[in-house]
């Protein structure tokens, strides 16, 4: 069977790592040797890009993983009832009961529509950033590679 899941790991890794490069570039002690940092404005926001491509590529990862697995475990036409639901839906089919993890899924879900598809709104006073999103995204590309895909 070719796929091109293991592409967009790779891609998602890849991003990652570049954010947090871009981020650590972005920033020094500050002078005065208190705690905290000095930010340098990065004009081509170099952070910003490589967390929507971490973003993006474990979303199209998480979802051709689910898709494998349930097609392996359960066959084409049970995937078909699942096709449209959420990923912590397909994630209970497949035996995940982590709550954690669950919660981690359905917070990448909401921030991922939010980011991907321009809703330049605020959702319960909450404000959170491309690189928290890409980190939590991360966590759960690994968490889930590992839960399903390491023996």
């Given at each position: 069977l070719?796929?091109?899941?293991?592409?967009?790991?790779?891609?998602?890794?890849e991003?990652?790592?570049?954010?947090?490069?871009?981020q650590?570039?972005?920033?020094?002690p500050k002078?005065d040797?208190?705690?905290?940092w000095v930010l340098?404005?990065d004009p081509?926001?170099t952070s910003?890009?490589h967390?929507?491509?971490?973003?993006?590529?474990?979303?199209m990862?998480?979802?051709?993983?689910?898709h494998q697995?349930i097609?392996?475990?359960y066959?084409?036409?049970?995937y078909?009832?699942?096709?449209?639901?959420?990923?912590?839906?397909?994630?209970?089919?497949?035996?995940?009961?982590?709550?954690?993890?669950?919660?981690?899924?359905?917070?990448?879900?909401?921030?991922?529509?939010?980011?991907?598809h321009?809703?330049?709104?605020?959702?319960?006073?909450?404000?959170?950033t491309?690189?928290s999103e890409?980190e939590?995204?991360?966590e759960?590309?690994?968490a889930?590679?590992?839960?399903?895909?390491?023996?």
């Amino acid at each position: 069977l070719f796929t091109n899941i293991a592409v967009y790991k790779q891609i998602a890794d890849e991003a990652h790592k570049k954010m947090l490069e871009a981020q650590e570039a972005g920033r020094r002690p500050k002078p005065d040797g208190s705690a905290g940092w000095v930010l340098t404005y990065d004009p081509n926001r170099t952070s910003f890009k490589h967390s929507m491509i971490s973003i993006v590529f474990t979303g199209m990862w998480l979802e051709a993983i689910m898709h494998q697995l349930i097609v392996k475990r359960y066959g084409k036409e049970k995937y078909k009832d699942y096709d449209r639901t959420s990923y912590e839906e397909k994630l209970h089919l497949l035996g995940c009961c982590d709550d954690r993890l669950l919660g981690c899924v359905r917070k990448f879900r909401n921030a991922r529509k939010i980011l991907v598809h321009e809703k330049a709104y605020f959702d319960d006073n909450e404000f959170t950033t491309a690189q928290s999103e890409a980190e939590n995204a991360h966590e759960i590309l690994t968490a889930i590679h590992v839960h399903f895909l390491t023996s």
